[in-house]
């Protein structure tokens, strides 16, 4: 049975033989930047939905796990992260969660196209609402470029919250790209990249994003899964790399302690997230 297309938005992933649907009541907003096409929808059932190059970015729905699973076990993992560099994130959902950790000093935004954040400031409100805390800093350039300026040292925790390894994000996922990371970030560093999905990429992204951690320098990696309803198989992961501090440990304490609310993470959640399937223990683990 063929799905209405002015009632259905499809992403289909032609490689897996597979296609997500949400059932939409209307388009809001379309428009081509100098870097990609974004549209944004009405749903039925999933709030509003972001959509860049036909690729889902997010729905009001499910938005928070891929938010909180990016921003708090990398910063519950770092000792003490003051100075935080969100690249991309043009939506603005991470900014807003780094930023409910109280000892952040500040947090610098950098994603390529201006066209992202202002349409979620204009659809996705509730996402927006960290935009104006004076440790905020929202800038508009690549990423690649800018972390190459940064003095060495000068960073405590990286988020890479990109779209997919292709076009203007392609470079975010090279080793060249993880060398200026390693060089911007102190002793006690830490990077975390959206790294896809495990049962669709495994054996592609997730473990070329490994080989290059490692051969920038990074000497432990570890990948943590979360599902992600609205991405292909909606399982995700990110991938956490350090200098040498294990990533299996984390603040525990302060986890559970956390002077904030969130909707899926917990220190439950952390640990839980960071267990190795059988499927990928040949390319995840440090071993
Ligand atoms: N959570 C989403 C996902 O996993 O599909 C990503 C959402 S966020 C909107 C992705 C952002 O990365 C976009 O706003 C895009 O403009 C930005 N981006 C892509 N390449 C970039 C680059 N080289 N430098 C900075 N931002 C970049």
Same mark, same amino acid.
């Given at each position: 049975m063929a799905l209405d297309s002015e009632r259905w938005f499809s992403e289909p992933f032609s490689e897996e033989g597979v296609a997500f649907s949400l059932e939409v009541t209307g388009k809001l907003h379309a428009e081509q930047t100098p870097y990609q096409y974004i549209e944004v929808y009405q749903t039925t059932h999933w709030g509003r939905l972001l959509v860049i190059d036909g690729c889902v970015m997010l729905t009001s729905r499910d938005n928070f796990t891929y938010h909180e699973m990016m921003a708090h076990p990398v910063l519950f993992t770092h000792p003490d992260p003051r100075n935080v560099l969100i690249i991309g *994130?043009? $939506?603005?959902g991470m900014l807003q969660e780094v930023l409910r950790? /109280? *000892?952040?000093e500040r947090c610098v935004q950098v994603d390529i196209d201006e066209g992202v954040t202002r349409a979620s400031e204009r659809f996705f409100p509730e996402l927006c609402r =960290?935009? $104006?805390? /004076?440790r905020a800093e929202l800038l508009f350039q690549d990423g690649v470029q800018y972390i190459q300026d940064l003095p060495a040292g000068s960073v405590d925790v990286v988020i890479v $919250?990109? @779209?997919? /390894?292709?076009? /203007? =994000?392609?470079?975010? !996922?090279?080793e060249a790209f993880f060398r200026d990371v390693y060089r911007a970030v102190a002793d006690d560093g830490l990077i975390v990249q959206q790294s896809e999905s495990p049962i669709l990429h495994v054996d592609t992204i997730l473990k070329d994003l490994h080989t290059a951690m490692r051969g920038a320098g990074f000497s432990r990696v570890a990948t943590l899964q979360y599902p992600v309803c609205s991405y292909p198989s909606g399982w995700w992961s990110a991938t956490m790399a350090s200098?040498?501090?294990?990533? @299996?440990? !984390?603040?525990e304490a302060d986890a559970v302690s956390k002077p904030f609310k969130t909707q899926y993470y917990n220190a439950a959640i952390h640990r839980g997230a960071l267990a190795v399937p059988e499927f990928c223990r040949h390319l995840l683990t440090d071993q």
């Open positions: *994130g043009g $939506d603005c950790h /109280p *000892g952040v =960290a935009n $104006d805390d /004076p $919250d990109s @779209t997919d /390894p292709v076009g /203007p =994000a392609e470079g975010l !996922f090279g200098k040498g501090a294990d990533l @299996t440990q !984390f603040r």
